[in-house]
């Protein structure tokens, strides 16, 4: 039987795959987007996004990645409710990409990755009673809504510094739960927050719960690790700042991942170390991390993806 090889096939459905679609869709690419687990991304997890261009109100999270999807659909990319969970990349110039959907075999001249990234979260089981109510793990994302507040940042690497850093900015006090006894950030960013008048650090201590009404954050129950002793800390929000990690499982041994499983993209574009193959949004991008840039990388790629098969002919 003989294959039906695509022009371009889209992984992951967040604000980067569905940027991606847009601009691949009115290349003339048709693409085909697989959604995975989580059709939307990370912004169906949130209520309100504040900071993506074009909405003066607002929007939540999930109203804005439906219109991401029929802003996609409308230029005849194919959406399918699925999950890719394998892939065989071709290392050849103009080479076919063969991608797994269960069973079903896909085949593609183009991919572009855009799995995104999940938040690493302490597994208590209050972090999920107060998501969106006061546990974030984005302080450009959240930290606003804390203005003139006490909040908690846990973690002690360079991610937990900077947050904690620029929520001092907007807050009234932050502190800082560190497990050990002193930070494994670089030591740019410890002076950062020791040089923070407003950033109380406390070594030794750890999370161990959260109190408040109608599932609203109002305290932090801690626990100091060497003493055993418990006690509160009144806060409205809690951000854990202990890292993310990339969606690339299915990519190893495939693509070129950096140490921390992030793809690796050439400096200034979205292309990897394979031809035709392209990533976009969080799974390649550990800094930013928004989904502007998540968006702005998508069309990236499709342009890349555009480029390249061009380059073919
Ligand atoms: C609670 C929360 C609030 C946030 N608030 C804001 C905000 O206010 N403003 C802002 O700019 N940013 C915010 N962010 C960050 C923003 O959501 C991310 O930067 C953005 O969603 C990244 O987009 P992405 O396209 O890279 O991937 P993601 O949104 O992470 O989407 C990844 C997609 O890949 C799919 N996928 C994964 N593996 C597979 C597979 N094997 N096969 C097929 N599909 C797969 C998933 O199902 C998902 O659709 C927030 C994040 C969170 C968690």
Known sequence: MEQNILDCVIVGSGPSGFTAAIYAARADLKPELYTGLEPGGQLTTTTEVDNFPGYPAGITGPEMMMDLQKQAERF??????????????????GGTHKLYAGNKEIFAKTVIISTGATAKYLGLDDEKKYNGGGVSACATCDGFFYRGKDVVVVGAGDTAAEEATYLAKLVNKVTM????????????????????????????????????????????????????????????????????????????GQ????????????????????????????VQDHIYRQAITAAGSGCMAAMDAEKYLAELH
Do not use: C, W
């Open 177 to 252: 739960l560190v497990r050990k006894d002193e930070f494994r950030a670089s030591k740019a960013m410890v002076h950062r927050v020791q040089n923070t008048p407003n950033i109380e650090v406390k070594f030794h201590h750890e999370l161990i719960g959260i109190e408040g009404e109608n599932n609203l954050v109002e305290r932090a129950v801690v626990i100091n690790n060497q003493t055993q002793e418990k006690s509160t800390v009144d806060v409205h929000g809690i951000f854990i700042a202990i890292g993310h990690k990339p969606n690339t499982d299915i990519f190893k």
């Open 76 to 93: 005849d990319t194919k959406v399918h409710y699925e999950m890719i969970t394998k892939v065989e990349f071709s290392k050849e110039v």
């Open 255 to 282: 693509i070129d991942l950096d140490e921390n499983g992030y793809i690796e993209t050439e400096k200034g574009s979205s292309r990897t170390n394979l031809p035709g193959v392209f990533a976009a949004g969080d």
